[in-house]
């Protein structure tokens, strides 16, 4: 079965304090792993798309890297408006377009 | 990326009835879907509408409780049907822009339900 796990559930964080949230995936022939924001109340924002092992892609604070079996969403300097639930999502096997997401990790920063 | 609308934006319904979820979309776009976000929970892919063709159902969903149209490029419905308190979740449209082998998938601020 296709799975997608994040850790931790949820973290708070001080602002400036720097962390990493993980996301690791049990589908082999990785067609894209995806990391979405959701902010309470609106649909998720998409953030990045990796393909291959040890590409990384950054935008603002947030920098994604990925290996064979999971990716990291590391965020640097945090400030509070970086406070959202933060979903990896993965395309299962079959070809389907589908995405298969995590249960989501939600950051809190504290100002 | 693709702006994408829904309505409602939130509902309160009494049990046994049905709403229709609208999702426009400001381009054309091929495939289509709708997802549920129980409280708490990941976001579940109900169904997949390509226009011209019948939607494709994920296991635990079907048609009769779910019904989608999909008309024409821009515009798909979900309704649910004979709802009750286990119905209560957002709904989310997406639509996907694929290129190539790449692919990325934007949603809709969603449809926060309360069935009573």
């Known amino acids: 079965e296709d799975q997608v796990t994040q850790s931790p559930e949820a973290l708070r964080l001080q602002e400036g304090e720097s962390s990493s949230l993980n996301c690791s995936y049990t589908v082999s022939g990785l067609r894209g792993l995806f990391w979405y924001r959701q902010d309470p109340g609106k649909g998720p924002e998409f953030l990045f798309t990796?393909?291959?092992a040890g590409e990384e892609k950054e935008k603002e604070r947030l920098k994604a890297t990925l290996t064979k079996k999971e990716s990291f969403l590391h965020i640097t300097a945090p400030k509070p408006e970086d406070s959202a639930t933060y979903l990896c999502a993965d395309p299962p096997q079959g070809g389907s377009e589908k995405l298969v997401f995590g249960k989501g990790m939600k950051l809190t920063v504290n100002p | 990326s693709a702006v994408i609308s829904q309505k409602p934006s939130r509902d309160i319904c009494q049990r046994g009835t049905s709403l229709t979820i609208q999702c426009q979309v400001d381009s054309q776009v091929t495939m289509m879907f709708w997802y549920r976000q129980q409280p708490g929970q990941s976001l579940t892919l109900i169904a997949t509408?390509?226009?011209?063709?019948?939607?494709?159902?994920e296991s635990g969903f079907v048609i009769d409780k779910f019904p989608i149209s999909r008309p024409n490029l821009t515009f798909s419905t979900l309704t649910v049907s004979n709802m009750s308190p286990e119905d209560s979740s957002i709904y989310l449209c997406?639509?996907?822009?694929?290129?190539?082998?790449?692919?990325?998938?934007?949603f809709g601020a969603g449809t926060r339900l309360s069935v009573l």
């Open positions: 997406s639509v996907g822009e694929f290129w190539g082998a790449k692919n990325i998938q934007y």
């Open positions: 990796l393909y291959s």
């Open positions: 509408a390509n226009q011209g063709s019948e939607a494709t159902y």
